[in-house]
């Protein structure tokens, strides 16, 4: 009989965690969750998925104005965002509803309270201590508020997705995903944004053609962006809030939105005092098969800061139960992993970014920049850039990014591509579906002629 009244206790129970907790219970582990708030996590419960619902309904706001170009005579529409809250609302109710069954009949306990570790093989959750062989945290991450004055007034993304009316003028603080796809969203729903952030350009770590064009199709849509500028301090001011910028610049609004970065959700978690090493900016250090630097705890997810992606949480936790209890080393890939910008519109990319492949060598660029069908009769100016980066010595494509509607469904397939070591030629190779924009990726066949091989 074991010693220890669990195999596993995972703490935190979202997306990465609830994955590794029912497949190790899979291979007859005993195995527990705890979680201090809602089953799901970040990406269910206050990211990705309500997230994605209210960009849905602000797609409407472009699909009722572009309807009169196809011969739709559209009455004007109205918007209740009180009944999106509340249908959104209901949605993550029965997801929480499905995450919790799932655990059941994986026949993994729910602990529900805060866990903190209290030593190498222990946990306590509301009092009482419980022991496992393994520990696994999966804490995720939270939002980062910096030191301004009048920071309390301001909100997060938790709060964004819950606010009790949609603000007409909203002040977003940040340049990253999260920033310019609640921009995107807002801007759309009606209200009035403006977008500050310290460089000179959104999206920073992205390719820098991907940042160029998104921003372009931001300020196109009348989203003020305020680039090279720090906010001094929030203060109310009638109803509402003055943000003040340089000097005595000000921007008056009806919300403030700060979306500066997230941190690893560690604090109070018990991890020092057990021995675990934490990075200066709160993640957990963790090695190729996610043991920590205490050998029976192990951590995955955002909570590690590698790739902070909900599928890149899912198969590390798949990962991390082939090596622990399937007797399988498996470390995680971590090679042409996809992502999106739900922002408007989207951004799909795979791969190097132009700056990181030309440090790895010569590269050959196709670019293609164009007006999508669509919108020859809706009259929206609006444009697509696709982009693909090709090793020159051996033709392989290594990096392909898009802006422009149905940018990650469609680079989702190309992620295929080039995991499986794609050249141009096959690209070139390719029959393209005619008439999409994706066939772009297969007809380009023009380099950049500032980066021809014979310059």
Known sequence: ?????????????????????????????????????????????????????????????HDFGDARGFGWNVAEP???????????????NRL???YGRILRENNVDQ???????????????????????????????????PDVPGIEHAITSNE????????????????????VEFAGLF???????????????????????????????????????????VVRSIEPEGEGYSVRLHGTETIDCDAVFYATGRTPNTKGLGLEEAGVELTDKGAVVVDEFFQTSTPSIFALGDVISRIELTPVAINE???????????????????????????????????????????????????????P??????????????????DRASQRVVGCHMVGDDAPEIVQGFAVALKCGATKAQFDATVGIHPTAAEEFVTMREKLPDHDEDQ
């Open 96 to 98: 929480e509803g499905i």
């Open 1 to 61: 009989m074991s010693q220890f009244d669990y195999d596993l206790i995972t703490i935190g129970a979202g997306s990465g965690g609830v994955r590794a907790s029912r497949m190790a219970a899979r291979t007859g582990a005993r195995v527990a969750v705890v979680e201090e708030s809602r089953v799901g996590g970040t990406c269910v419960m206050r990211g990705c998925v309500p997230k994605k619902l209210l960009v849905y309904a602000s797609h409407f706001a």
């Open 78 to 92: 109205t918007f209740d965002w009180g009944e999106l809250i509340a249908n959104k609302n209901a949605e993550l």
């Open 373 to 390: 069908m669509k919108h020859t009769l809706s009259g929206r100016e609006s444009h697509a850039m696709m982009k693909l980066i090709v």
């Open 317 to 371: 936790g798949m990962a991390f139960v082939a090596t622990q209890f399937e007797n399988r080393p498996t470390p995680m890939d971590y090679d042409n992993v996809p992502a999106a910008v739900f922002s408007q519109p989207p951004v799909g990319t795979v791969g190097l970014m132009e700056a990181e492949a030309r440090e790895q060598g010569d590269v050959d660029i196709y670019m293609s920049r164009f007006r």
């Open 111 to 145: 602990l529900d309270g805060r866990g903190v570790v209290t030593g190498p093989n222990s946990v306590e959750v509301n009092g009482k201590t419980y022991t496992a062989e393994r520990i696994l945290i999966a804490t995720g991450g939270w939002p980062h508020l």
């Open 187 to 229: 801007n759309a729903l009606g209200a009035d944004v403006t977008i500050i952030i310290r460089a000179g350009n959104i999206l920073r770590g992205f390719d820098e053609d991907i940042r160029e064009a998104l921003a372009t199709e931001m300020e196109k849509q009348g989203i003020t962006i305020h680039r090279e500028c």
């Open 160 to 179: 964004a997705l819950d606010l009790p009316e949609l603000p007409k003028r909203i002040v977003i603080v940040g340049g990253g995903y999260i920033a």
